[in-house]
T-cell receptor, first 119, second 117 residues
Framework: AQKITQTQPGMFVQEKEAVTLDCTYD???????LFWYKQPSSGEMIFLIY??????QNATEGRYSLNFQKARKSANLVISASQLGDSAMYFC????????????????FGQGTILTVHP | DTGVSQDPRHKITKRGQNVTFRCDPI?????LYWYRQTLGQGPEFLTY????????KSRLLSDRFSAERPKGSFSTLEIQRTEQGDSAMYLC???????????????FGDGTRLSIL
């Protein structure tokens, strides 16, 4: 089974509108972290926002917020007031504990969603 | 504050040749990760180090791939006897790591794009 699923290959939004990018995940570990990254056409991966599995409140970071629904295993990214510069590929990623349960290591990424912001 | 640096940015080589990439992490980061990304896909984990110790290596990683981080600072990723399927972007990332650093994001370099002729 896919650990991270992003079901929207592409999304379009009008400038200044809000947009939600979907992410569902699969893990049996009660302790994990969820990350969103942005990858513009230039290629660099830019960290946007983090949500821990035990965090009581949804994470927010400027125009980015995370709609975390733990029971549904979803961690959707909400971008408010979209800007032309938000056009990029967006990846959801999860970090789980290692086999020994002592540390957190690699990220497992979804396939990404291409967001296009129209003027 | 310098970010993660990767060299070279692009590498074009013939099938069967060996290639080596270098990654310099953010100086205070004790963890260093290597990922591979093909067009239209998310990055795929290859291996990671904490200081000089290689803590995990992907089971999908061929024996032709080897990575080192000899002094716990920069790292190299070598691919021997390259094949067409090795063509990809190779991304390096670094972070603070350990039991109390679960919320620390990984910061990525710009990547090395490998093209096999």
């Amino acid at each position: 089974a896919q650990k991270i699923t992003q079901t929207q290959p592409g999304m379009f939004v009008q400038e200044k509108e809000a947009v939600t990018l979907d992410c569902t995940y699969d893990t049996s570990d009660p302790s994990y972290g969820l990350f969103w990254y942005k990858q513009p056409s230039s290629g660099e991966m830019i960290f946007l926002i983090y949500q821990g599995s035990y965090d009581q409140q949804n994470a927010t970071e400027g125009r980015y917020s995370l709609n975390f629904q733990k029971a549904r295993k979803s961690a959707n990214l909400v971008i408010s007031a979209s800007q032309l510069g938000d056009s990029a590929m967006y990846f959801c990623a999860m970090r789980e504990r290692n086999a020994g349960g002592t540390s957190y290591g690699k990220l497992t990424f979804g396939q990404g969603t291409i967001l296009t912001v129209h003027p | 504050d310098t970010g993660v640096s990767q060299d070279p940015r692009h590498k074009i080589t013939k099938r069967g040749q060996n290639v080596t990439f270098r990654c310099d992490p953010i100086s205070e980061h004790n963890r260093l990760y290597w990922y591979r990304q093909t067009l239209g896909q998310g990055p795929e984990f290859l291996t990671y180090f904490q200081n000089e110790a290689q803590l995990e290596k992907s089971r999908l990683l061929s024996d032709r791939f080897s990575a080192e981080r000899p002094k716990g600072s920069f790292s190299t990723l070598e691919i021997q006897r390259t094949e067409q399927g090795d063509s990809a972007m190779y991304l390096c990332a670094s972070s603070l790591g350990g039991r109390d650093y679960s919320n620390q994001p990984q910061h990525f370099g710009d990547g090395t794009r490998l093209s096999i002729l």
